[in-house]
Nanobody, 118 residues
Framework: QVQLVESGGGLVQAGGSLRLSCAASGLTFSRYSMGWFRQAPGKEREFLVG???????SYADSVKGRFTISRENEKNTVYLQMNSLKPEDTAVYYC????????????WGQGTQVTVSS
């Protein structure tokens, strides 16, 4: 079965950096666009960034210039480099996969907690 497993979350001070990883299994990774989302307590899930099959990227304004997505198809892994972290970045971060013909992301990881202290 398809599994997406996030790792790399933790506690960091404001201004610091974290790198999240999402390892995928059970799917042909190169046929999926990948994305990162987050959900803070009491808030709706928020799209952050996506990366297409060809490596094209799209970013939400809230993270543009601070976060960078990348993928390694050979390792079935997508990364999220997060710099200049702010307390408002505190949330559970999820990776998701969207097959080439799907309109929406259909596979989700279990999430990893990121906490940014002020």
């Amino acid at each position: 079965q398809v599994q997406l497993v996030e790792s790399g979350g933790g506690l960091v001070q404001a201004g610091g950096s974290l790198r999240l990883s999402c390892a995928a299994s059970g799917l042909t990774f190169s046929r999926y666009s990948m994305g990162w989302f987050r959900q803070a307590p009491g808030k709706e899930r928020e799209f952050l960034v996506g990366i297409s099959l060809s490596g094209g990227q799209s970013y939400a304004d809230s993270v543009k210039g601070r976060f960078t997505i990348s993928r390694e198809n050979e390792k079935n892994t997508v990364y999220l480099q997060m710099n200049s972290l702010k307390p408002e970045d505190t949330a559970v971060y999820y990776c998701a996969a969207r097959y080439v013909t799907w309109e929406d992301f259909g596979y989700w990881g279990q999430g990893t907690q990121v906490t940014v202290s002020s």
